[in-house]
């Protein structure tokens, strides 16, 4: 008790002005109370903030950007904190504006099939909300039960069901979003398909919070589908199973959800909270699901069955029931996780290449695992190319952090040299920020950075994230001409 009043003699002034904004207790400052806010799910860095503070609303949030803004304070916005990238790494001693307090369901409105919810509305808690009138909401990330929507927003993100149904950008309708200076605006194109004008939705989804900070989201809703199919199919190596995936497309099937495991992938999952029972012997096994009205669903299975039998599988089964698809799910979802039950440290890469490429970069990840010396799962959605390599490693042992951070810069060039990207959901952040030169331009990185400076001159909001440094690649060029023409 001592040591907290000692402490309170030390608050600084911005600290007691932005405890008038959203009261006391919904303030943190002192350093134990910081520790849990130092990173996010990408955890191989760290950094402190100055302050955590917790509105409860929109108003709220805008007063506290402002109050940073006119003092030049940085600043950034955090949701469940389970991004992968770093992108809510306070890196500049930030006050970090957590928006885990506006977790509302505003308004569903079933007959224009939308709902708008704050930004910390869970994912998988709106599906929920609305399943009772056969109602979902289908961009689904594997965090779903505790990620949250404004998260989903920053980031783009995606889930196994983006195949057929796309990410989030494809479901926002609206947004409101706190700009940089605290000014309040609001974008909806009111369920327009065209709106005219700049698409300024696209333009905030995936922004990863260097734009504004959103406050409220109208999301698209749909109608549970009439029917729905689930099938399991293990293959003795990579390579056939990889085909399969590319010869299911092309039989005109595009599956809701077409998901791949690798071996290792399938011991971390089979000592997971999880199990189903997979063998121990297989290199893969696909997860397909296809929806839709039942008149020909099951014409689609046969045909999935047929073309993983003409690619050498050598099982392969359709759910009997609710509770074994759930089963497979859940196997699935938690294969992040599962990891740690095979290593002590774990790094999730998120790349993405065209799917005919899919045998040549997974051998190509081979090779890097060999020359890194260090295991690499697999656990991907391989209907839309979306990999994501998790690198094992020992962070104990000296030297090996660092070999995976290589080993994943590695995989990420791969995709790119494959025809790909470096990200497909998890956003770009810190973790791949100098590996944007893989894909783009300075030309092209400089055309980025400054639409970013029309929302965000001050680059206040979220400071070093998303693009190389400096944040402006054409500055580069110019102190190496500057430096060329001294000497």
């Not at 699935?332 to 996780?337: A, E, H, L, N, P």
Request: glycine fraction near 8%; hydrophobic fraction near 40%; charged fraction near 25%.
């Amino acid at each position: 008790m001592l040591l907290r009043k000692k402490q309170k003699q030390d608050v600084d002034s911005d600290i007691l002005a932005l405890t008038k904004i959203v009261s006391a207790k919904s303030i943190l400052h002192y350093k134990e109370d910081l520790l849990s806010y130092d990173c996010d799910g990408f955890t191989i860095h760290k950094a402190m903030p100055k302050a955590v503070i917790f509105p409860k609303n929109t108003e709220e949030v805008a007063a506290s950007v402002k109050y940073c803004a006119d003092r030049n304070i940085p600043f950034l916005a955090r949701g469940a904190g389970t991004g992968l990238s770093g992108g809510a790494i306070p890196l500049n001693n930030e006050v970090i504006i957590s928006l885990v307090k506006m977790k509302h369901l505003l308004e569903v409105d079933y007959e224009n099939r939308q709902a708008t919810v704050q930004p910390g509305f869970v994912n998988l808690k709106l599906t929920n909300s609305i399943s009772h009138k056969g109602y979902y909401y289908a961009p689904d990330p594997s965090s779903q039960y505790v990620c949250t929507i404004g998260g989903n927003v920053a980031e783009n993100a995606g889930g196994a069901h983006c195949l057929k149904y796309g990410v989030t950008t494809n479901h926002i309708l609206g947004l409101e979003v706190v700009l940089p200076d605290g000014e309040i605006i609001e974008i909806s194109n009111n369920g327009v398909l065209d709106m005219p004008g700049y698409d300024l939705l696209g333009i905030l989804t995936g922004s990863e919070g260097t734009l504004g900070i959103v406050t409220k989201i109208i999301v698209r809703i749909l109608k549970n589908p009439e029917s729905k199919k689930t099938v399991l199919a293990y293959f003795d190596n990579v390579e056939d199973g990889s085909q399969a995936v590319s010869d299911i497309i092309s039989a005109g099937i595009i599956p809701a959800a077409l998901e791949m495991m690798d071996q290792t992938a399938i011991e971390g999952v089979e000592k997971g909270a999880f199990p189903v029972g997979h063998p121990d012997d297989i290199e893969a096994f696909l997860l397909i699901e296809v929806d839709g009205i039942a008149e020909g669903i099951e014409e689609q299975i046969d045909q999935i069955l047929t073309v993983c039998r003409n690619r050498n599988v050598r099982e392969v089964k359709v759910a009997r029931d609710e509770e074994e698809r759930g089963r497979w799910w859940a196997n699935r979802k938690t294969g992040f996780g599962a990891m740690g039950a095979i290593s002590p440290d774990y790094l999730v890469q998120d790349g993405v290449i065209p799917r005919s490429k899919l045998p040549e970069v997974l051998n190509k990840i081979r090779s890097i695992s060999d020359e890194y010396e260090l295991r690499i799962a697999n656990i991907f959605h391989a209907g839309d190319g979306n990999l994501h390599p998790l690198i094992l490693f020992d962070s104990r042992i000296e030297g090996e952090t660092d070999k995976a951070l290589k080993a994943g810069t590695a995989c990420l060039k791969a995709c790119a040299d494959a025809g790909g990207s470096i990200t497909g959901e998890h956003g770009v952040g810190i973790e791949k920020k100098e590996e944007m030169h893989f894909i783009f331009s300075e030309e092209e990185i400089e055309a980025q950075t400054a639409i970013r400076d029309v929302f965000n001159p001050h680059n206040l909001l979220n400071q070093g994230k998303l693009f190389p440094t400096p944040s402006r690649c054409m500055d580069i060029k110019k102190v190496i001409n500057k430096t060329a023409v001294k000497k």
